[in-house]
């Protein structure tokens, strides 16, 4: 049986992680023999299903998972942070287009909103709320419709011939 598996990181690195005395090699065989419910001793023979299954187990036992836990509610609640101010200053966080569009300004992010990182969204929080302070967005786009306004609009104009033939 061939292996969907090819990278084998994930399992090592939570493997090191796991205390144990003894012969490490024999630890490991049992682990996937458990995991594959006897049918083999390799991890190249493993499935996808049992690989993923194995290393969720192990995260749990070596406490990887609430610290994944953490760093996922954490984001989730800069995130949220983030467009909330974003919110306040006039962006429309209902449209993601115009999210990533704002986040893309190199003054603002410079990415995509889904791709900021926590340290890139406490950044991006100190922004918004500096424009806050300084009346938002709503303000610099009053100042450019006012602008619009006062300037004289085009006109064009059409010459008509009086002799020209009707249709």
């Given amino acids: 049986m061939?292996?969907?598996v090819t990278n084998f990181a994930r399992f090592y690195a939570l493997f090191g992680k796991v205390p144990y005395?003894?012969?490490r090699e024999e630890f490991k065989r049992s682990i996937v023999r458990q995991y594959t419910r006897n049918r083999t001793e390799s991890l190249r023979e493993m499935?996808?299903?049992e690989y993923n299954a194995c290393c969720e187990a192990l995260e749990r036992l070596t406490g990887q998972d609430e610290w994944r836990k953490k760093?996922?509610?954490e984001l989730r609640f800069r995130r949220s942070v983030c467009l909330k101010l974003?919110?306040?200053i006039g962006v429309d966080t209902t449209d993601w287009a115009r999210v990533n569009d704002f986040c893309l300004n190199p003054r603002i992010a410079g990415m995509p909103f889904g791709r900021l990182g926590t340290e890139e969204l406490e950044q991006l929080a100190v922004k918004l709320r500096s424009i806050k302070r300084k009346g938002g967005l709503k303000k610099e786009m009053e100042k450019r419709q006012e602008q619009e306004v006062k300037q004289p609009g085009r006109a064009v104009y059409?010459?008509?011939d009086p002799n020209a033939p009707k249709n």
């Fill in 2 to 4: 061939r292996s969907a």
């Fill in 21 to 23: 005395y003894g012969d």
């Fill in 47 to 49: 499935t996808r299903d």
């Fill in 71 to 73: 760093l996922r509610e």
């Fill in 86 to 88: 974003m919110q306040q």
């Fill in 158 to 160: 059409v010459i008509i």
